[in-house]
């Protein structure tokens, strides 16, 4: 069973920056792509960024192109989410997600495993 860790969530204002971690304890890291996505209360869990296995491509959501870079070290089994620019919308519990590779990925794939989750909070 391929576990999924997040850390890096907490409480910023606005404008500022935050980087989230997703630690993966498979060995087969790089045979997986790798998503985050978020829910906010009371709405549904919406795609917000995606890398290929070697880290050569990615794909953001419109809503957080230009503000968010999602990178990946194989090295150390670790999938990051660097968040600058933060606004209020961007509250949510940020997902890390990994999925198998093939040849379609991004934001329409099914994720194979998910992690737990990590809160994400921006005050105005």
């Known amino acids: 069973q391929v576990q999924l860790v997040e850390s890096g969530g907490g409480l910023v204002q606005a404008g500022g920056s935050l980087r989230l971690s997703c630690a993966v304890s498979?060995?087969?890291?790089?045979?997986?792509?790798m998503g985050w996505f978020r829910q906010a209360p009371g709405k549904e869990r919406e795609f917000v960024t995606a890398?290929?296995?070697?880290?050569?491509?990615?794909y953001h959501a419109d809503s957080v192109r230009g503000r968010f870079t999602i990178s990946r070290d194989n090295a150390k089994n670790t999938v990051y989410l660097q968040m600058n620019s933060l606004k209020p919308e961007d509250t949510a519990v940020y997902y890390c997600?990994?999925?198998?590779?093939?040849?379609?990925?991004?934001?329409?794939?099914?994720?194979?495993?998910w992690g737990q989750g990590t809160q994400v909070t921006v005050s105005s």
């Open positions: 997600a990994a999925h198998r590779r093939s040849t379609a990925w991004g934001p329409r794939v099914d994720y194979d495993y």
């Open positions: 498979e060995r087969t890291f790089s045979s997986y792509d």
């Open positions: 890398i290929t296995w070697s880290g050569g491509r990615t």
